[in-house]
């Protein structure tokens, strides 16, 4: 988003906060939800990652004897 589209956004949802809260509460999950996700998720991976990488090294040990 930017700074336009942010503004607008926040003032709505301050708007909107005083006729209803749970619209605002709502529209403030929404707008970091995404983050949440993809922060919940990047651990997962990290250690896929890293157990491909531990696997090859295995093979690469295999190869070697």
């Known amino acids: 988003m930017n700074l336009f589209s942010k503004i607008i ?3 709505s949802t ?11 509460v709502g529209m403030v999950i929404l707008y970091y939800l995404p ?5 919940t998720c990047s651990p997962c991976d990290t250690e896929q990652v890293s157990s491909k990488m531990n696997s090859l090294s295995e093979h690469t040990k295999e190869d070697m004897r």
């Not at 301050?14 to 605002?24: E, K, R």
């Not at 983050?35 to 922060?39: A, D, E, P």
């Open 35 to 39: 983050g949440i996700i993809q922060s």
């Open 9 to 11: 956004f926040w003032t």
């Open 14 to 24: 301050i708007i909107l906060g005083f006729v209803n809260p749970l619209i605002s």
